[in-house]
């Protein structure tokens, strides 16, 4: 079993930053993908973006957040974070941070979740 702890959500101003972090109780080779999701209220948890544990290689960013997000890994604190930059209303939801064994926009293939964090930006 991994467990997944996020924090770092808060509400902020349209235009300001947060970084979200997640940290795993421990590393499996199997599950080395790690993602974040989104989840605003009355729809569909989307994926944000992901990363190779391993390589740090990024697999994916959401095109509304393309430009403003930064995901990154410390392989030594077993964390992933989020930088969140020039946020807006629409980024409002719970963000979630998943592990999986591979890439893929489907939350169901994702083994392990986080409770979530939520992340409100005021206009």
């Known amino acids: 079993q991994v467990q997944l702890v996020e924090s770092g959500g808060g509400l902020v101003q349209a235009g300001g930053s947060l970084r979200l972090s997640c940290a795993a109780s421990?590393?499996?080779?199997?599950?080395?993908?790690m993602a974040w999701f989104r989840q605003a209220p009355g729809q569909e948890r989307e994926l944000v973006s992901a990363?190779?544990?391993?390589?740090?290689?990024?697999?994916y960013y959401a095109d509304s957040v393309k430009g403003r997000f930064t995901i990154s890994r410390d392989n030594a604190k077993n964390t992933v974070y989020l930088q969140m930059n020039s946020l807006k209303p629409g980024d409002t939801a719970v963000y979630y941070c998943?592990?999986?064994?591979?890439?893929?926009?489907?939350?169901?293939?994702?083994?392990?979740w986080g409770q979530g964090t939520q992340v409100t930006v005021s206009s």
């Open positions: 998943a592990a999986g064994k591979r890439f893929t926009v489907l939350r169901a293939a994702y083994d392990y």
């Open positions: 990363i190779n544990w391993s390589s740090g290689a990024i697999y």
């Open positions: 421990r590393r499996t080779f199997s599950n080395n993908i």
